[in-house]
């Protein structure tokens, strides 16, 4: 922005010391207090501003590494923790390839046993055709409701068909979860190891069976002796 000659009138330089028309000298104007203390405070901020964003950038960095350390000792954690496998379940053989079993609800049917030789014997065939089946065993102390299903593994588990908190005997299978139908608990159908629900520490408890030709055999002994875990 131009000045003006005291004397002349005449438009001269900001910076110039005479005019240019009349050659008077010229008074330069002082820059205000207020906007040199501007133009400090303007410089200041700069150079903070900028040492901040180079601050900045190790804090990143820091941050960074950190949240990976922090990722890889909760995945080392996770793979550290014991299995959830059933003992009983894990020692079963696949007898069959992997089953899918759909969304919709998959009911048990119920079939017959027998019990000879001290087995209680059950067709494969059968377990194999139909999936999910329940029959009894008449102990000396009552009926022993029971249950076997093929496993997403291909294996058959045999186990108490019971939930003993809220003393269900029906279940019902959704894709690979396990169901009581009486309090809605759930399990995971490959191990029985609890998903949600209220009765999670009792899924209808796994009885060792074997297969020998086209039967199931489970010891008689071991559903006769057996007592409600609650």
Same mark, same amino acid.
């Given at each position: 922005?131009?000045?003006?000659?005291?004397?002349?009138?005449?438009?001269?330089?900001?910076?110039?010391?005479?005019?240019?028309?009349?050659?008077?000298?010229?008074?330069?104007?002082?820059?205000?207090?207020?906007?040199?203390?501007?133009?400090?405070?303007?410089?200041?901020?700069?150079?903070?501003?900028?040492?901040?964003?180079?601050?900045?950038?190790?804090?990143?960095?820091?941050?960074?590494?950190?949240? =990976? =350390?922090?990722?890889?000792?909760?995945?080392?954690?996770?793979?550290?923790?014991?299995?959830?496998?059933?003992?009983?379940?894990?020692?079963?053989?696949?007898?069959?390839?992997?089953?899918?079993?759909?969304?919709?609800?998959?009911?048990?049917?119920?079939?017959?046993?027998?019990?000879? /030789?001290?087995?209680?014997?059950?067709?494969?065939?059968?377990?194999?055709?139909?999936?999910?089946?329940?029959?009894?065993?008449?102990?000396?102390?009552?009926? $022993?409701?029971?249950?076997?299903?093929?496993?997403?593994?291909?294996?058959?588990?045999?186990?108490?068909?019971?939930?003993?908190?809220?003393?269900?005997?029906?279940?019902?299978?959704?894709?690979?979860?396990? $169901?009581? /139908?009486?309090?809605?608990?759930?399990?995971?159908?490959?191990?029985?190891?609890?998903?949600?629900?209220?009765?999670?520490?009792?899924?209808?408890?796994?009885?060792?069976?074997?297969?020998?030709?086209?039967? $199931?055999?489970?010891?008689?002994? =071991?559903?006769?002796?057996?007592?409600?875990?609650?």
């Amino acid at each position: 922005m131009a000045n003006f000659c005291t004397e002349c009138g005449k438009a001269v330089q900001p910076n110039a010391n005479f005019c240019d028309n009349c050659g008077t000298k010229l008074i330069q104007v002082e820059q205000p207090a207020s906007s040199r203390k501007d133009a400090r405070f303007e410089e200041k901020r700069a150079r903070v501003l900028g040492q901040n964003q180079s601050n900045t950038k190790p804090k990143f960095v820091f941050l960074g590494v950190a949240g =990976i =350390i922090l990722v890889f000792g909760l995945l080392t954690l996770f793979n550290s923790l014991p299995s959830q496998a059933n003992p009983v379940i894990e020692q079963q053989p696949v007898v069959t390839g992997g089953v899918q079993y759909p969304q919709s609800p998959t009911e048990m049917r119920p079939v017959q046993a027998k019990t000879e /030789n001290g087995k209680i014997l059950l067709p494969l065939e059968t377990v194999l055709e139909k999936k999910f089946v329940a029959f009894d065993y008449q102990s000396p102390r009552g009926v $022993i409701p029971l249950l076997a299903y093929v496993s997403p593994g291909g294996k058959v588990v045999t186990a108490v068909s019971m939930c003993e908190p809220c003393n269900s005997t029906r279940f019902h299978i959704r894709s690979d979860e396990l $169901i009581c /139908n009486s309090c809605g608990t759930t399990w995971e159908l490959a191990n029985l190891s609890g998903v949600s629900g209220a009765c999670q520490k009792y899924p209808p408890d796994p009885l060792p069976s074997t297969i020998t030709g086209n039967e $199931i055999q489970i010891d008689e002994a =071991i559903v006769a002796s057996w007592t409600p875990r609650k």
